[in-house]
C-alpha cells in the first residue's frame, strides 16, 4: 500500500506560479513511476504529466508543455509539479498518482489513469483571469 498526500494548490490569478507537492509513503518510492492528473468541474479525469522511476524522460501532455514542469526526490518520496504563466482555463483539481513499474523499463512514465495503482486526495488550483 502507498499513501500519497497532495498539498501546494490554492487561488491565484493567471500568471502567477504554484509548486504542487505530492508526499509518499508506505512502499518502495522509487519502484513508481509518478503521475499528475487533473479533473475540473464537469470534465473527464485528464493526464498532465509523468515521470518514470529514473526521473528520466517526463512527458506532458501538449497543453502544458513549456509551462509544467515535473520533478521528483526519491530521497524525499515527493514528487513535484511546478506550474508557470497560470491560466483560467488550468483550475482544475490535481492529484498524483503512483504506478508501480518495477518490472518495466526505468524510464517507463505512464499517461493513462488506468496504470496507476494509487491516488492522492488531490488539491484544488483555481485560477482567476
Known amino acids: 500500500q502507498v499513501q500519497l498526500v497532495d498539498s501546494g494548490g490554492g487561488l491565484v490569478q493567471a500568471g502567477d506560479s504554484l509548486r504542487l507537492s505530492c508526499a509518499a509513503s508506505?512502499?518502495?518510492?522509487?519502484?513508481?513511476?509518478m503521475g499528475w492528473f487533473c479533473q475540473a468541474p464537469g470534465k473527464e479525469r485528464e493526464f498532465v504529466a509523468a515521470?518514470?522511476?529514473?526521473?528520466?524522460?517526463?512527458r506532458y501532455t501538449d497543453a502544458v508543455k513549456g509551462r509544467f514542469t515535473i520533478s521528483r526526490d526519491n530521497a524525499k518520496n515527493t514528487v513535484y509539479l511546478q506550474i508557470n504563466s497560470l491560466k483560467p482555463e488550468d483550475t482544475a483539481v490535481y492529484s498524483c498518482?503512483?504506478?508501480?513499474?518495477?518490472?518495466?523499463?526505468?524510464?517507463?512514465?505512464?499517461?493513462?489513469?488506468?496504470?496507476?495503482?494509487?491516488w492522492g486526495q488531490g488539491t484544488q488550483v483555481t485560477v482567476s483571469s
Open positions: 508506505g512502499r518502495t518510492f522509487s519502484d513508481y513511476a
Open positions: 515521470i518514470s522511476r529514473s526521473g528520466v524522460g517526463p
Open positions: 498518482a503512483a504506478a508501480r513499474t518495477v518490472y518495466r523499463s526505468s524510464y517507463y512514465a505512464p499517461s493513462t489513469p488506468d496504470e496507476y495503482n494509487y
